[in-house]
């Protein structure tokens, strides 16, 4: 029996750091912290190490094509796949940021979407029968949908939308920041809601494609949010710590062996929210 394997991207600290504790505690098998910078992730590796617990390093830059590529090798040769995925890793500017929207919509997306798609691109294939797979997004991301034209929101909710169509729509937004015609053609305001919206979106394909391409396996794959998490992201004044904020993507990352659900769902607290 191969030794079982977790990666959790954008785990150096946050949340991430948090699940990588967590699944350190909780899952049998190898868990590994990832983070671009590799001096910070031996860093945040020693500080759990100082816990007492035994997480492993990769490097992995999820902006960086021929880091993903790199890292979907050594696993696929080392343990021959991956049993739990958890992408993590996300960008959000602050509030305050007084950088264009149209360069934030950019940025954004690039990590938040694109750079998420490129990892599932390249590690669904790995991921091995009975495996989990969990898409770190957001709330903001059912709030932005809602704040779409009710023509946006169609598109977004219909049952056969296609994984080009939504790439298709995640470019409409950030070129249409560019002219500044995005809330005439019914975006809303927020380029980190946009893009969560997008990741949750592509998680409900996914997870419809992989119930048709491998009905046998049991992968559950999920969206979830884990909630207003004191974090460099959300800032000081958030409700949860980031042991709190790991607790539902930790959850949907343990579904036990032959689960058939939640699978293709949008999950906060725990619960499967309404899209």
Partial sequence: MSTRVAVVTGSNKGIGLAIVRALCKQF???????????????????????EGLKPMFQQLDINDLNS????????????????????????????????????????????????TRDMLIHFLPLIKPGGRVVNVSSNSGLRALNQCSPALQQRFRIEDITEDELVG????????????EHKKD????????????????????????????????????????????????AGPKATKSPDEGAVTPVYLALLPPGATGPHGKFVSEKEVQPW
């Fill in 169 to 180: 729509l995640m470019q409409q937004f950030v070129d249409k920041t560019k002219k500044e």
């Fill in 68 to 115: 993903i590529t790199t890292a979907a090798a050594y696993f696929k040769e080392k343990y021959g796949g991956v049993d739990v995925l958890i992408n993590n890793a996300g960008i959000a500017f602050k509030v305050a940021d007084t950088t264009p929207f149209a360069i934030q919509a950019e940025v954004t997306l690039k990590t938040n979407f694109f750079a």
């Fill in 28 to 50: 049998q098998g190898d868990v590994y912290l990832t983070s671009r910078d590799i001096g910070r992730g031996q860093e945040a590796v020693a500080s759990l190490t100082s």
């Fill in 186 to 233: 019914g975006w809303p305001e927020t380029a980190y809601g946009v893009s969560k919206l997008g990741l949750t979106t592509l998680s409900m394909i996914q997870a419809r494609r992989l119930s048709k391409e491998r009905p046998n396996d049991g992968i559950l794959l999920n969206a979830c949010c884990p909630g207003w998490v004191r974090t460099d992201m």
